[in-house]
């Protein structure tokens, strides 16, 4: 088989979901959302960002969400910080792991940090160096991976660039991200297969948006490139509030649905990620986009 | 490059995606959309079906459309005829192709068509004769290749044993369809290998709906098999109406959207066939599921 046998999921509904969602869950809603989904058989959950509330609303109430979750042994419970600031308030709230972010197009970058690349670096430098300190594992986010809302292609020599010097600042795991949903399943092989001469598959996630439908035919391509580690979002919630046009996240619960299909392991329960994707869904009031939700309405309707 | 350079798209919008709308369209407004849809540069539009109108009272308006569309040269203009009745009609209005359909699962083909499969058979036969005989080509439509939602599992072996009769009887080509969209990539490349010792690529095309949104996954697992031939609708439009839970055909905005980007060729106008997928889409009065409509629309608006 071409294919490998298991794969790892990464759940960043509750952050890169929420964080684009118009309408604001209340804290309680958001903790009990969580502790549905680590009763599913998910082994890491991004439940919130430290970014400041002026920025992500929607988010306002880090503190209380990552304080009020029950953390089930075994899940790492992870945030977001843009800075040793956010930081702080993540290690206050004693996460697994803090991820941080930066773009590989340099307009994109200032449009979300309002820095230039070279000016981010040093920061997450200082961020990754005192997490790790802390003895906390730290993650990578590199956006804009396979195109720029702004400036269109993207150079995989700038991704790798940029991917190096987050990797030497001891990031554990680099997530690359279709952040607008552009990337076709050519691309994707062509970026990975420079990739993986720079950096282990063991240690690359791929993380889709879904907006042109391509997601899971990219997700097919990575895995035929040897990658293991994939983000998605219960429901097909979210998107990024500074790429015009971009929708939400590929649905963990489509993905979930394809691997068990494939006979490939995810270890995680497809019955009870519907049941948590209904609850946020009912939450939110609005029809979330993915397509195993939507099949499993209309049988049952 | 694993993947062909060139691939073949069959339009069956007009037919398989208006079958099941609810909203019945306007005579005129089917020919004004099929004449758009035949400068976009497809190469096969099935244009209608010559069933009873009691069965499908949406396409009651076959004729008049048939007769009534501009009829490029280049393209091949197709009706799917259930019997000779429905022939005489195809003939008289001069298509270039008839399509025949049946059921790899007995129940399905009980449901869709009232009859067993070895009863279905000969009526297929004769139209096919005749159809030739008139020298028209003919295409042969296999559904629930790869689930039916009465019996479950299909048997491949049965799969095949149809697809022989229907070959003996002198079709072209035959449409292998995920008709309630339960495929996986796995199973499409176990399908596809078993299939492909006992026809050539060449003659087989992949019918996919996109229920559970993984239609470019198996169409990209399709290609890896050599397929070169892909159904699709404009808009993500139709289904069917006999399987519960069923939802539209993958889109052609879509495939043509990722196969441009694959740079693998179609020959089709992408920006023409989203003026004409929001032609339909507004005649419908329903948001239609294609990614690429959706994402072109959030652009603009």
């Known amino acids: 088989m071409k294919w490998p046998q298991t794969v790892v999921l990464k759940e960043v509904g509750p952050r890169d979901g929420l964080q684009n969602e118009k309408t604001c869950i209340a804290t309680e809603d958001k903790i009990a959302w969580i502790n549905q989904l680590s009763r599913t058989g998910l082994t890491y959950i991004e439940v919130t960002s430290f970014v400041h509330p002026q920025w992500i609303p929607a988010l306002a109430d880090a503190e209380a969400v990552a304080k009020g979750i029950e953390r089930v042994p075994g899940i790492t419970y992870g945030a977001l910080v843009p800075n040793q600031k956010g930081l702080a308030k993540a290690l ?21 940090i309002n820095k230039s690349i070279s000016e981010s670096l040093p920061v997450l430098r200082d961020v990754a160096k005192e997490a790790l300190a802390a003895g906390k594992s730290v993650r990578g986010y590199l956006s804009t991976v396979f195109g720029c809302p702004y400036e269109g292609a993207v150079s995989t020599d700038q991704v790798i660039r940029v991917a190096a010097a987050l990797f030497d600042m001891g990031i554990g795991e680099l997530s690359l991200g279709d952040t607008i949903g552009v990337a076709n399943p050519a691309q994707v092989q062509r970026v990975l297969e420079r990739i993986l001469k720079h950096f282990p598959a063991e240690r690359i996630a791929l993380h889709f948006h879904d907006t042109r439908g391509m997601a899971l035919a990219n997700i097919l391509v990575s895995l035929e490139q040897g990658i293991t580690r994939f983000d998605a979002a ?9 790429a015009p046009g971009a929708s939400g996240n590929v649905a963990t619960d489509d993905v979930v649905h394809m691997f068990n299909g494939m006979g490939i392991h995810t270890g995680i329960d497809q019955e009870k990620l519907l049941a948590a ?9 609005r029809k979330l986009p993915s397509h195993t939700l939507c099949a499993a309405g209309e049988a049952i309707g």
């Open 92 to 112: 206050a709230c004693d996460v697994d792991e803090v991820s941080i972010f930066i773009s590989a197009s340099e307009t994109h970058n200032r449009k979300n």
């Open 234 to 242: 219960l429901g097909g919630l979210g998107g990024c509030p500074y």
């Open 277 to 285: 994707a209904r609850f946020i869904q009912s939450r939110l009031g």
